[in-house]
T-cell receptor, first 113, second 113 residues
Framework: DAKTTQPTSMDCAEGRAANLPCNHS???????VYWYRQIHSQGPQYIIH???NNETNEMASLIITEDRKSSTLILPHATLRDTAVYYC??????????????FGGGTRVLVKP | NAGVTQTPKFRILKIGQSMTLQCTQD?????MYWYRQDPGMGLKLIYY???????DKGEVPNGYNVSRSTTEDFPLRLELAAPSQTSVYFC????????????FGEGSRLTVL
């Protein structure tokens, strides 16, 4: 699986959009970009995933650049409950050998009032 | 649905003791995983299973054993506990198809003294 690079931490204001960048310059054509988050001491939670088109769900939007070498997770109206560590993971979507995830350090996001 | 359930939530062991962390899921997922997370770090894969009777090693399997006799259950056995096994353990499961996202339990916090 391709390696990802994320900022170690970032702050954002409550009610504003939070834009979380991720670099994955070695991504392969069949690899998807997945985002998970981990709220303090809880198990990671799936947020969204995409291949090359922009994706949106009830939690967030995912913007992938045309060359697919980077992406941005957007939390449209950050709340205090969005304070968490956010992980960007690149992976082949479904694998017969198991949909294993490789977690890096992630971005520690602090939403401030 | 309860999702992924882990027991116990907390446990203190003495060096050399053994114990089993229990994990059960009610989503009929074929794939199951055990991860550990040390303080301030990302998750590391210990073992995983793609179905009943099939298990394989992940990144950090030493000191652990697993079994998968049913689709629902995936226990993790610690033999001869060591202080280096002090960690938070997360069990997860996923479908082999669709988005392939992982669903995590709430974690089991283990301290070895």
């Amino acid at each position: 699986d391709a390696k990802t690079t994320q900022p170690t931490s970032m702050d954002c204001a409550e009610g504003r959009a939070a834009n979380l960048p991720c670099n994955h310059s070695t991504i392969s054509g069949n690899e998807y970009v997945y985002w998970y988050r981990q709220i303090h001491s809880q198990g990671p939670q799936y947020i969204i995933h995409g291949l090359k088109n922009n994706e949106t769900n009830e939690m967030a939007s995912l913007i992938i650049t045309e060359d697919r070498k980077s992406s941005t997770l957007i939390l449209p109206h950050a709340t205090l409950r969005d304070t968490a560590v956010y992980y960007c993971i690149v992976r082949v979507k479904v694998q017969a050998a198991g949909n294993k995830l490789t977690f890096g350090g992630g971005t520690r996001v602090l939403v401030k009032p | 649905n309860a999702g992924v359930t882990q027991t116990p939530k907390f446990r203190i062991l003495k060096i050399g003791q053994s114990m089993t962390l229990q994990c059960t899921q009610d989503m009929n997922h074929n794939y199951m995983y055990w991860y550990r997370q040390d303080p301030g770090m990302g998750l590391k894969l210990i073992y995983y299973s793609v179905g009943a009777g099939i298990t394989d090693k992940g990144e950090v399997p030493n000191g652990y054993n697993v079994s998968r006799s049913t689709t629902e259950d995936f226990p993790l056995r610690l033999e001869l506990a060591a202080p280096s096994q002090t960690s938070v353990y997360f069990c997860a499961s996923s479908y082999p198809a669709g988005a392939g996202e992982l669903f995590f339990g709430e974690g089991s916090r283990l301290t070895v003294l």
